[in-house]
């Protein structure tokens, strides 16, 4: 018989009842089960539930592989409950983490038998915990209690209570029946006068399917109906059989099958209609009676069909009533399927429907072909994960059922993935059962179970190679792995420097440009505006670098998808001071007693501290680029120079500034320099004169002249110049050495007549500039000179 369903817990339904609730653990070695309960007894019909936990060594590092419980074993090895056809369709299992829930729906006697729960690992181990749950179904009982005699009425007085072997709440509320009829009645015990024809039943209230057995009040022969099963399914266009057992304490009158719901549905309800004068069910009946059973045969059923039925018959003085439930029918147009569990030896294949005993006969089929022999409920060969099976009931086809077929991992949307973008994998594998999913990044397992891995913001972290398994009571399969690239513009670009300390001249430097981007970026480098360079390469290289090299520098970055720029970076090229230059102002004629200013200056990285000396002396004249005599006087003459310096060297330049004659000393320069220039042009003349007569003396035949011995003479009459008038000459020449190629003039005046006076200074007065370059190391000197010649007047007393 098949029963409604029934939840565990006492105090809700009140009729499952745990004997024992001693936890009783089981195990060694940290290897154990625990078990709520070691004996449960529970009322026939109803559902029970039986819990456990277990553990194992944390040390072995395994997961738990199986779980499942068993009563029997099949050549040693446990039988998962699941594949015994006795329990098909009555069974679940609940686990969580270390505990497990076996739940067996519609009890039946038969299922009293002691229940084991076992788990295996990834490592091949396993357990089995003992004792196990013993399991107890009982039905319940009318129980007849004292009684004395009525003879006025020929009744009995009696107690009738109703009972079970397993003890039931003693809050329960309690259904009474008699003679199928419903009395209002909801204790456990019920007192009346009995009379030799009635029947009495119970149930409780919570659960009203099934009632207790029939009893007689009086006696052993009454009235009774007593459905062979409580509930019944059959397939859509099937046939069916509904039965029933009865007896009664008179001859009856008449008998019939009818159904409540369609009595509702008549003109008068207290009187309902034989199934077999229903035109609903008009050829499609069939009624068999014979020797206190009958049977009710229902043809090519329709889903309109589901209904309660119920027997009813009439004597002369009695009939049944219908309050005492009948038989349920449930037509269904199909539910056949293969159930696959795994066992001990491998998966298991069942064809299962709600509407089908274990009494029922199947065909089985491999690859739609049928395979002979095969008629259990329960596939008895090897299984296959390559072949795909399927099972039959009469003209019903089940679905075959097969392991996950090779599939692929498609993306949506396809194109170049962006970041930011709403990136979707999708997984779709053919598998019956329905595939479970598990998705890879790579070697990674991620914590995504789903069909579909959406991105719903794609970064560029998320980019590499992703597939998925899909894996299945039958087996398992592995998709082709999808490359996710994500592109995306360059990110802004950071400018380094290395070394990052100072930068000296002369040394190696570089200049890298990083930003991230993809597809990779191209650079290119300024200095200022101006391009440096152009390409992949990021970085650029400086082998001596030098103080011209000074400067901002930037780089732009730049892909397919956009382009950007750094910041600018100031590379600041340190170095020791250049050749100091140097000028004496005013550059016109320096009058004595005026103010003379002496200039120093050079190119230097840090700029260069400046410090002036004399000739001969050790203190310094002054510090600074500038260096003034105010009241410039003779004792002023001598030699003066500059000393350029800074961290990275030093660099000198040299002065000479010496005093010579008066004023009247430019007159008489200028007179000397008339005089000279007459001698040369009449030595000239007197040459070219002679040259003249001597190639005509040629000419004649005569005497012929040594033109070198002529030459000569003109040469040594040149030469030959008064030395007492070269003290008069005055002039100034400016000359720089290392490349410098302009020459400063100044002051080139002409002769003045010469006074011959006895306060007349001889000599020239002149400035000569003499430059000494230093080494970038401190101490050493190379001096270079050039001459600055100026004019230096004195006025007369």
Avoid at 99 to 110: K, Q
Avoid at 112 to 133: A, E, I, Q
Avoid at 327 to 346: A, F, N, Y
Avoid at 434 to 442: L, N
Wanted: proline share 5%.
């Amino acid at each position: 018989m098949r029963g409604a369903a029934m939840s565990l817990p006492a105090a809700a339904c009140g009729f499952v009842l745990f004997l024992l609730s001693l936890q009783v653990i089981q195990g060694q070695n940290n290897w154990g089960v625990t078990y709520t309960s070691t004996q449960i007894c529970a009322v026939k019909g109803s559902t029970v539930e039986i819990h456990c936990s277990y553990t194992y060594p944390s040390r072995i590092n395994a997961t738990v592989a199986r779980t499942f419980w068993f009563t029997k074993l099949q050549d040693k090895e446990p039988v998962d409950l699941r594949t015994d056809s006795k329990y098909l369709g009555r069974v679940q299992y609940s686990c969580h983490e270390k505990s497990c829930t076996l739940r067996i729906s519609d009890l039946r006697e038969s299922d009293s038998v002691v229940y084991k729960f076992m788990f295996t690992t990834n490592h091949g181990g396993k357990y089995s915990g003992s004792p196990g749950v013993s399991l107890s179904v009982r039905g319940l009982q009318v129980q007849i209690r004292g009684s004395r005699s009525c003879f006025s009425k020929t009744c009995t007085w009696a107690e009738l209570k109703c009972h079970s072997s397993c003890s039931l709440p003693g809050r329960s509320s309690y259904l009474w029946y008699k003679n199928g009829e419903k009395i209002n009645k909801e204790t456990s015990s019920y007192s009346d006068y009995f009379y030799p024809p009635d029947s009495y039943s119970c149930a409780l209230n919570a659960y009203k399917d099934p009632p207790s057995p029939s009893v007689c009040g009086h006696g052993h022969s009454c009235n009774t109906v007593m459905y062979t099963d409580r509930s019944v399914c059959a397939f859509k266009g099937s046939s069916v059989d509904i039965s029933c057992m009865y007896s009664s304490y008179e001859s009856i009158t008449s008998k019939f099958w009818f159904s409540p719901e369609r009595s509702r549905r008549w003109q008068n309800p207290s009187q309902p209609e034989d199934l077999s004068t229903d035109s609903q069910y008009t050829g499609r009946v069939h009624v068999e009676t014979e020797r206190g059973r009958s049977t009710l045969r229902i043809s090519d059923l329709r889903e309109s069909d589901s209904a309660e039925y119920h027997f009813k018959f009439k004597t002369p003085n009695f009939e049944w009533r219908s309050s005492l439930p009948g038989t349920t029918l449930t037509v269904t147009d199909q539910d056949l399927q293969v159930q696959v569990i795994w066992s001990s030896t491998g998966p298991k294949l069942i064809c299962h429907s709600s509407c089908l005993t274990d009494r029922s006969s199947f065909l089985w089929y491999k690859n739609g072909t049928m395979i002979q022999g095969e008629r259990s409920p329960s596939y008895g060969g090897q299984v296959d994960p390559a072949d795909s099976y399927s099972c039959s009931y009469q003209k019903y086809r089940s679905t075959p059922v097969y392991a996950p077929k090779p599939f692929s991992v498609s993306r949506t949307p396809p194109g170049d993935i962006m970041k930011n973008d709403s990136v979707t994998l999708t997984c779709s594998s053919d598998a019956n059962p329905e595939a479970k999913y598990t998705w890879y990044k790579g070697n990674q397992k991620l914590l995504i179970e789903e069909p579909q891995l959406v991105f719903s913001s794609i970064q560029p972290s998320d980019s590499g190679q992703y597939y998925c398994s899909a894996q299945n009571e039958l087996g398992r399969r592995t998709s082709e792995a999808v490359f996710i690239n994500v592109n995306y513009a360059p990110m802004l670009p950071s400018v380094s420097v290395s070394p990052s300390a100072e930068i000296v001249e002369g040394s190696s430097v570089t200049l890298t440009c990083s930003s991230d981007a993809n597809p990779a970026a191209n650079y290119t480098w300024y200095k200022e505006n101006q391009i440096l360079l152009q390409g992949p390469e990021s970085i650029y290289h400086f082998t001596s670098i030098s103080s011209e090299d000074r400067g901002n520098y930037h780089c732009k970055s730049e892909n397919e998808f956009g382009r950007t720029n750094s910041t600018s970076l100031l590379l600041d090229v340190q170095y020791g001071p250049k050749l100091p230059s140097v000028s004496v102002s005013p550059s016109a004629e320096i009058v004595e007693g005026s103010s003379v200013t002496l200039t120093c200056s050079s190119d230097a990285n840090p700029a260069a501290n400046y410090t002036w000396y004399k000739e001969n002396e050790d203190s310094p004249k002054a510090s600074g680029q500038i260096f003034t005599i105010t009241d410039f006087r003779a004792e002023h003459s001598g030699k003066y120079y500059c000393e350029a310096q800074n961290r990275r060297g030093r660099q000198n330049s040299t002065l000479h500034l010496i005093v010579v004659a008066g004023a009247w000393k430019s007159a008489a320069t200028g007179t000397i320099t008339a005089v000279l220039l007459v001698i040369l042009l009449l030595a000239a003349f007197l040459w070219i004169r002679r040259k003249k007569k001597s190639v005509t003396q040629q000419s004649k035949g005569g005497e012929r002249l040594d033109n070198r011995a002529q030459i000569n003479m003109g040469t040594a009459a040149t030469q030959r110049q008064p030395t007492e008038q070269e003290d008069d000459l005055n002039y100034s020449i400016i000359s720089f050495p290392q490349n410098q190629e302009d020459a400063l003039y100044s002051n080139i005046r002409p002769p003045q007549p010469r006074r011959h006076t006895e306060e007349q200074d001889d000599g020239v007065d002149y400035t000569t500039v003499k430059t000494e370059n230093a080494s970038s190391a401190p101490g050493t000197r190379r001096q270079d000179d050039f001459a600055l010649y100026s004019t230096v007047n004195k006025t007369q007393h």
